[in-house]
């Protein structure tokens, strides 16, 4: 779905996210050592995520969207339709003799 089809209070959500995640992943630090934030402001950053997730999941509710979507990258496959194959050609084949 395009910007222009999202609320504005949905592009804010998804660029407070954008930068609360972004925020984590650059202060994230090496297994043992001591992370530069307190443990209160990392409480605080997944109360924000979960408090922001729930909105959305809210708001797409009321637009009758689901939240199972996925990006799809350029070079990505596209998934491919179930086949279904009778059971009697499943086996060895039959040697001619």
């Known amino acids: 779905m395009s910007?222009?089809?999202?609320s504005k209070e949905e592009q804010i959500l998804r660029a407070v996210k954008m930068t609360i995640t972004g925020v984590?992943?650059?202060t994230a630090t090496q297994p043992g050592m001591k992370h530069p934030l307190s443990d209160g402001t990392i409480q605080d950053l997944r109360q924000c995520l979960m408090l922001i997730s729930a909105r959305?999941?809210?708001l797409a509710d009321e637009?009758?969207?689901?939240m199972d979507m996925r990006p799809q990258m350029p070079?990505?496959?596209?998934?491919?339709a179930e086949v279904v194959v009778p059971?009697?050609?499943i086996g060895?084949?039959?040697k001619d003799s």
Do not use: Y
């Not at 910007?3 to 999202?6: D, G, T, W």
């Not at 637009?63 to 689901?66: L, M, P, V």
């Open 87 to 89: 059971l009697h050609q």
């Open 3 to 6: 910007n222009e089809q999202k």
């Open 24 to 26: 984590i992943k650059d």
């Open 63 to 66: 637009a009758g969207r689901t």
């Open 92 to 94: 060895r084949s039959k």
């Open 75 to 80: 070079g990505d496959a596209k998934p491919k």
């Open 56 to 58: 959305e999941q809210e």
